[in-house]
Nanobody, 121 residues
Framework: QVQLVESGGGLVQAGGSLRLSCAAS???????VGWFRQAPGKEREFVAT????????SYADSVKGRFTISRDNAKNTVYLQMNSLKPEDTAVYYC???????????????WGQGTQVTVSS
């Protein structure tokens, strides 16, 4: 069993920054951790992913150059540093863990409860 707990969401003005954390516990034998987001009335979409062991990363085009995903294996935690935030980044952000590095939600077996990010204009 894997437990994922997100934190760090909040309200920020456009152009500001936030850092989200995803703390993992339990059987942390997964290969990849991804960040996804879901805005009201929209489908959940890929944001970024990182391999747990090697740190290889991948980003959605919409966040490239603004967001950075990283991990601290000693703390079993994955971070999402979000800079130059825009109102369209407003969503509930979820972290997820799975056996492969992919942008597709269906391959991620374990999900956190989500954390709200609101960017005001």
């Amino acid at each position: 069993q894997v437990q994922l707990v997100e934190s760090g969401g909040g309200l920020v003005q456009a152009g500001g920054s936030l850092r989200l954390s995803c703390a993992a516990s339990g059987r942390t034998f997964f290969v990849a951790v991804g960040w996804f987001r879901q805005a009201p009335g929209k489908e959940r979409e890929f944001v970024a992913t990182i391999t747990w062991s090697g740190g290889s990363t991948s980003y959605a085009d919409s966040v490239k150059g603004r967001f950075t995903i990283s991990r601290d294996n000693a703390k079993n935690t994955v971070y999402l540093q979000m800079n130059s935030l825009k109102p369209e980044d407003t969503a509930v952000y979820y972290c997820a863990a799975g056996p492969i590095t992919t942008a597709q939600t269906r391959f991620y077996q374990h999900w956190g409860q989500g954390t709200q990010v609101t960017v005001s204009s």
